[in-house]
Nanobody, 123 residues
């Protein structure tokens, strides 16, 4: 199992950008699929983006497609989420996630989460 620590959250104006990072500790980072989820106040946690073991396959929630980009660096045991054209509705706690499956079904692909980092987008 890997332990996950997110960073890079903060306050940004609508239309701005942020880059989240997730540092993983533990063995065999490259054997885990990685992802990002978010949870807004009063709402359930939702899937944002996923990336496979080698980083050559990704998938996104429709709400962020074309604005967010997930990537990973297996040499640094880190996964990233580049968020552009941010909207107030992107405000949430963002969680890094790990798993073993790659099936384009987030509820089955990911089973471990970090502590989260707050992203707030102001109007």
């Amino acid at each position: 199992q890997v332990q996950l620590v997110e960073s890079g959250g903060g306050l940004v104006q609508a239309g701005g950008s942020l880059r989240l990072s997730c540092a993983a500790t533990g063995r065999n980072f490259a054997t885990y699929v990685m992802g990002w989820f978010r949870q807004a106040p009063g709402k359930e946690r939702e899937f944002v983006a996923g990336i496979n073991w080698s980083g050559d396959m990704t998938y996104y929630a429709d709400s962020v497609k074309g604005r967010f980009t997930i990537s990973r660096d297996n040499n640094k045991n880190t996964v990233y989420l580049q968020m552009d054209s941010l909207k107030p509705e992107d405000t949430a706690v963002y969680y890094c996630a790990s798993g073993r499956r790659w099936s384009y079904t987030p509820q089955f692909d990911f089973d471990s989460y970090g502590q989260g980092t707050q992203v707030t987008v102001s109007t």
